[in-house]
T-cell receptor, first 114, second 112 residues
């Protein structure tokens, strides 16, 4: 029944070692988002895709990249994780379009950087 | 871009009392205002939302009010219960924009 699935749920990496987080959806939504959330702060949007159109937030570091090979999947690549990148990474989807509404979140991937 | 301010940052209420959380937004083009509840270690979950063509919406113990002129909206929880303890986020989105801007969050604690 899970609609937005993130893997892995927990990821431990070493400083500077690349990490890839994945997200898949069964909702056939047009829009997929990646948010970074640190200790009860608000989710911070890193980027989103509307279909294949990539939209990067101005303050997202170059260290963060994303790929969306098809409608169902989206990946977050962290090229050289630093200690400050330790966070919960939330994937979300929405229908898209002028009257789009609810965001559907995955369970999140918690990244620890040693 | 849109800026959403949320108050208070923490709120403690006695079980059974009401809780009110307030948000203001800056973009007059915003027309969709959801509220998310996030329990510790879990994902945000939508509890109620309102669009700009409506002034108030209610779902059991939860209600949201919207004042478009003043650009603020509020979450009201009545008859609070211990399971209402969580962090609550308001958010706003402009018409035709996929980006949802979140408020800074309110940590609500219900005191038994």
């Amino acid at each position: 029944d899970a609609m937005v699935i993130q893997n892995p749920r927990y990821q431990v990496t070493q400083f500077g070692k690349p990490v890839t987080l994945s997200c898949s959806q069964t909702l056939n939504h047009n829009v997929m988002y990646w948010y970074q959330q640190k200790s009860s702060q608000a989710p911070k949007l890193l980027f989103h895709y509307y279909d294949k159109d990539f939209n990067n937030e101005a303050d997202t570091p170059d260290n963060f990249q994303s790929r969306r090979p098809n409608t169902s999947f989206c990946f977050l690549d962290i090229r050289s994780p630093g200690l400050g990148d330790a966070a919960m990474y939330l994937c979300a989807t929405s229908e898209g379009g002028a009257n789009t509404g609810e965001l559907f979140f995955g369970e999140g991937s918690r990244l620890t950087v040693l | 871009g849109e800026n959403v301010e949320q108050h208070p940052s923490t709120l403690s209420v006695q079980e059974g009392d009401s809780a009110v959380i307030k948000c203001t937004y800056s973009d007059s083009a915003s027309n969709y205002f959801p509220w998310y509840k996030q329990e510790l270690g879990k994902r945000p979950q939508l509890i109620i939302d309102i669009r700009s063509n409506v002034g108030e919406k209610k779902d059991q113990r939860i209600a949201v009010t919207l004042n478009k002129t003043a650009k603020h909206f509020s979450l009201h929880i009545t008859e609070t219960q211990p399971e209402d303890s969580a962090v609550y986020f308001c958010a706003a989105r402009a018409f035709g924009n996929e980006k949802l801007t979140f408020g800074t969050g309110t940590r609500l604690t219900i005191i038994p």
